[in-house]
Every structure is written in C-alpha cells, then in structure tokens.
C-alpha cells in the first residue's frame, strides 16, 4: 500500500471515495459536487488530502486535514476532518497508516496537534481513535452554529 498526497489526477476515483464517506454519514450522493469540491481543495490547497492506495493504482482511502491556529498555544494546529476506508479495506490497518500520515503532518509542519469530532454512533471511529492515540476531550463544551 502506498499513502502519498492526492494529486488532480485522483480526482476521479477520489469522488467516488469521497461519495462513499458522504453516504456513511446519511447525505445524499452526489459525485458532480464531490469532484467540484475535492477539485478545489487540490486546486487551492487549503487542505492536507492522503490517499492509500494498492500496488494497482487503486485508491481505497483517504484522510483529509485543515489547518487551523490555535491563539493560546501560537501555533498551528489540524482538523482531522474526514477519514475513510472502501468497506472492502477495512481492518487491515488502512485507516491506522492514514492517521498515521495526519501525525506525520503535524510533526514536519511544527503543529501543536490536531483534533477531530466524529458522531457518538461511529462506533469505528470511537474504537479506532483512541487505539492511535487520541484522547476523548471531556472537559470542553462542543457548540455548533449551522445555517442547514
């Protein structure tokens, strides 16, 4: 398995991955608006996007970061805002080598860290996070304003 930056070239099987972590989280499919979109995040390189992919030029995942800066530590500091593995890849340590990239990340971009949020019902990535090293915040107050 190689893990490398996605490129525009991806964009293509990327969308379908992409689709495919929409769908897991209830939204409609759309692979016109996954393509527009994973096209100007390259494009712009206002994220961090890894991909695995197999010795046949598959892609079969990918873990998406945005940087952010943390004012109180003067640094900056990631979300991990998307992780996914193709159903057919998963449980064999995909996810945990894509993390492992994220971490990676942080350390040659002299991040203080990174953080993530996923729903209580993701019993994946709730089994998954704290085996790589994160640790659930329980001292902070999550708040959402949301115009959808």
């Known amino acids: 398995m190689n893990y490398r930056l996605a490129i525009s070239e991806d964009i293509d099987h990327l969308s379908e991955l992409f689709d495919g972590y929409r769908l897991f989280y209830r939204k409609t499919t759309d692979l016109e608006g996954a393509k527009t979109f994973l096209e100007h995040r390259i494009s712009k390189q206002d994220s961090k996007l890894f991909v695995a992919e197999t010795d046949e030029n598959t892609l079969v995942g990918f873990v998406q970061l945005y940087p952010l800066f943390s004012s109180t530590r003067m640094k900056k500091f990631w979300l991990l805002n998307d992780l996914f593995v193709h159903p057919e890849f998963r449980g064999k340590g995909v996810a945990i080598e894509l993390i492992q990239r994220a971490k990676a990340l942080v350390l040659e971009s002299k991040a203080c860290g990174m953080f993530l949020e996923t729903e209580k ?12 090293g994160f640790v659930l915040n329980t001292d902070s107050n999550y708040y959402e304003w949301s115009v959808e």
Do not use: V
């Not at 019993?123 to 085996?131: C, F, S």
């Open 121 to 132: 019902s993701n019993l994946i990535g709730n089994t998954l996070y704290p085996k790589t």
